[in-house]
Nanobody
Framework: QVQLTESGGGSVQAGGSLRLSCAAS????????MGWSRRSPGKEREGVAR???????SYADSVAGRFTISLDNANNTLYLQMNSLKPDDTGTYYC???????????????WGQGTQVTVSS
């Protein structure tokens, strides 16, 4: 069982930045896949970014070039650096983890409780 705890959400004006963190209770392995998803008001949950244990990353088109996902294996912590934030980025952001060899399609079985991000115009 893996426990994930997010932090770093908050309120920011459009154009600002936030960094989300996710502490994992288990050590990461090369076959691990971790990611961030978000649920915005009135929208379906959306995958934002993923990273494999060996550092391969993928991003949703809506955040590519603005968000950066990274994984600190030594401290079992996942990050999401969010720059040039827009009101459409508002939502609850969830950290998730799964095991598999092809990260973009891995089923993420473990989820955190979420952290709120609010971007005002």
């Amino acid at each position: 069982q893996v426990q994930l705890t997010e932090s770093g959400g908050g309120s920011v004006q459009a154009g600002g930045s936030l960094r989300l963190s996710c502490a994992a209770s288990a050590e990461s392995k090369t076959s691990v896949c971790m990611g961030w998803s978000r649920r915005s008001p009135g929208k379906e949950r959306e995958g934002v970014a993923r990273i494999s244990g060996d550092g391969d990353t993928s991003y949703a088109d809506s955040v590519a070039g603005r968000f950066t996902i990274s994984l600190d294996n030594a401290n079992n912590t996942l990050y999401l650096q969010m720059n040039s934030l827009k009101p459409d980025d508002t939502g609850t952001y969830y950290c998730a983890a799964g095991i598999g060899n092809f990260c973009p399609t891995v089923s993420l079985a473990y989820w955190g409780q979420g952290t709120q991000v609010t971007v005002s115009s």
